[in-house]
């Protein structure tokens, strides 16, 4: 148990709906990180926030969103969802904002299916 | 920017035999380097990293990676597979910098046969 929980593990919905997945970091890690698994383009990250602020972007489409609250969790929100968008979702913590050392622990992730 | 690559999607090897899953990596900065394991239905899980301190890197259930500069690479190996070992493995790089997000490879699907 790496103490990132993420819910729900499962979502299954229909394309154009919205989603929202969350994700809690360890406790004192300040660093947020949203990444997607697909079959088609592996593992990709998405973005980043530390202490409730964004720090980096990746390959995140503009019909997704993401945001850290104060008390430090995390939500990944999908919207106009698309078949292609149907992956598993995952959240990692780190205590630390940069630097490129510090590990990321990884939720067990949420797996999104659209119909 | 930087890059994994992991030549090949699945290696097969009997059990008590040696484990070398390759990683070739691409940065124009000094990288640190991870592997992680991702077994089935679950999130992914450390097992080394490399920070620029010794280049052989020794991590969890027994494995261990060699950082090679001039041959750009990060290579993980194992002396003797077990059964248990049977998962993705994945290669990952980051940099210093404004932040830490890992660039990861493909992945590996490791077997293992009794």
């Known amino acids: 148990d790496s103490g990132v929980t993420q819910t729900p593990k499962h979502l299954i919905t229909a394309t154009g709906q919205r989603v929202t997945l969350r994700c809690s970091p360890r406790?004192?890690?300040?660093?947020v990180y949203w990444y997607q698994q697909s079959l088609d383009q592996g593992l990709q990250f998405l973005i980043q926030?530390?202490?409730?602020?964004?720090?980096a972007k990746g390959n995140i489409l503009e019909r997704f969103s993401a945001q850290q609250f104060p008390d430090l969790h995390s939500e990944l929100n999908l919207s106009s969802l698309e078949l292609g968008d149907s992956a598993l979702y995952f959240c990692a913590s780190s205590v630390v904002a940069s630097g490129g050392a510090g590990e990321q622990f990884f939720g067990p992730g949420t797996r999104l299916t659209v119909l | 920017a930087q890059s994994v690559t992991q030549l090949g999607s699945h290696v097969s090897v009997s059990e008590g035999a040696l484990v070398l899953l390759r990683c070739n990596y691409s940065s124009s900065v000094p990288p640190y380097l991870f592997w992680y394991v991702q077994y089935p239905n679950q999130g992914l899980q450390l097992l080394l990293k490399?920070?620029?301190?010794?280049?052989l890197v020794k991590g969890i259930n027994g494995f261990e990676a060699e950082f090679k500069k001039s041959e750009t690479s990060f290579h993980l190996t194992k002396p003797s597979a077990h059964m248990s070992d049977a998962a993705e493995y994945f290669c990952?790089?980051?940099?210093?910098?404004?932040?830490?997000?890992?660039?990861f490879g493909k992945g590996i699907t490791l077997s293992v046969r009794p």
């Open positions: 926030y530390y202490n409730g602020e964004e720090r």
């Open positions: 490399y920070t620029s301190a010794a280049t």
């Open positions: 990952a790089v980051s940099v210093v910098g404004a932040n830490s997000k890992l660039t």
């Open positions: 406790s004192g890690d300040l660093s």
